[in-house]
């Protein structure tokens, strides 16, 4: 029951948070979640990278405290910036992913977005390479209605358009442009996200204008 509680207790601090603001619920949450993980599968310390036995061990059981806890670093990351959180937030989807198979949609997509981030921060071109695949695989397996993938859609765009920045190949515009399309026709009306998909779309547009210098 112990490891319940700590994710528990961790989730009561992440609402707090979301009051108050206090980073130090969001220190003691990812605490919390690493004690909870590693009482759970008993073989990994996300936070200090230590393995004490094959990691064949773990089961799915496990995973809902790892998934939070990457989720966790990725979100404190955004606040401090530390470049140590987002590595450890990879780390951690990575192996969630591993352990459910690679057939983990959520896992996928929490991966890519992390990527994304680091390609932001070091400019590391496969950072974005392996972003766009992470995300395409967990559109492919995700059991989203299709017509309710607007927001995945609308990340691979983005991704597809930051590596179009870095490589000029058309191929990958005319994706982001297919990805935004794609997302802003998906999303419904009164969604909150419409503005920002129908605005990624007419940038990729303008961006395919530029290229050519046509329409």
């Known amino acids: 029951k112990k490891p319940a509680l700590l994710s528990n207790f961790a989730h009561a601090l992440l609402s707090r948070f979301d009051v108050t603001n206090d980073i130090n619920d969001i220190d003691r949450a990812i605490t919390a979640l690493q004690d909870a993980s590693e009482l759970i599968l008993g073989v990994w310390n996300p936070l200090h990278g230590e393995v004490s036995q094959d990691e064949s061990g773990l089961t799915r059981v496990g995973l809902q405290p790892i998934k939070t806890l990457g ?3 990725l979100r404190r990351f955004s606040i401090r910036g530390k470049l140590e959180d987002l590595e450890k937030a990879i780390e951690t989807f990575q192996l969630a992913i591993k352990t459910h198979s690679k057939e983990c ?9 992390a990527l994304g981030k680091r390609f932001e921060v070091k400019g590391e071109l496969r950072d974005i390479d392996e972003a766009i695949v992470s ?5 492919e397996i995700s059991q989203e209605d299709p017509n309710e993938n607007y927001t995945s859609l ?4 983005s991704f597809f358009g930051l590596r179009f920045g870095c490589s000029g190949n058309i191929n990958d515009l005319d994706c982001a442009i297919a990805c935004q399309s794609q997302a802003a026709e998906r999303t419904p009306d009164d969604h909150g996200m419409r503005p920002g998909c129908l605005n990624n779309f007419g ?7 530029a290229h050519y210098g046509q329409e």
């Open 154 to 157: 609308n990340n691979l765009g």
């Open 135 to 139: 995300m395409q695989h967990s559109i």
């Open 203 to 209: 940038l990729v547009l303008l961006k395919r204008f």
């Open 71 to 73: 989720k966790m670093l």
């Open 105 to 113: 949609s959520v896992c996928l997509s929490n991966l890519s977005a």
